[in-house]
């Protein structure tokens, strides 16, 4: 069983920037992906970033160029850079990883972008 703990999310100002984290324990294989995914109220869940163990990444066309997704390999986390912040970014952003046998999703840490 995949554990996925997530920290950093909060209030911030438009123009701002946030760093969400992402740790993940348990059993899972090596070759993985993970990611950050996201749902506004009343809309579905969606891919903000995602970023393979071998370093490949892929983004939503919203958040290219003001989001950077990272990993560390030998901490099992993820990473989610966030900057140049706007209110559509509002959300709870949720951590996933995916391997050959899982799918498994973090309880989600609020984001919230207000003046």
């Known amino acids: 069983q995949v554990q996925l703990v997530e920290s950093g999310g909060g209030l911030v100002q438009p123009g701002g920037s946030l760093r969400l984290s992402c740790a993940a324990s348990?059993?899972?294989?090596?070759?993985?992906?993970m990611g950050w995914y996201r749902q506004a109220p009343g809309r579905q869940r969606e891919l903000v970033a995602s970023?393979?163990?071998?370093?490949?990444?892929k983004y939503a066309d919203s958040v290219k160029g003001r989001f950077t997704i990272s990993r560390d390999n030998a901490k099992n986390t993820v990473y989610l850079q966030m900057n140049s912040l706007k209110p559509e970014d509002t959300a709870v952003y949720y951590c996933?990883?995916?391997?050959?046998?899982?799918?498994?999703w973090g309880q989600g840490a609020q984001v919230t972008v207000s003046s």
């Open positions: 996933n990883l995916k391997d050959a046998l899982r799918d498994s």
């Open positions: 348990g059993s899972f294989f090596s070759i993985n992906v």
């Open positions: 970023i393979a163990n071998s370093g490949g990444t």
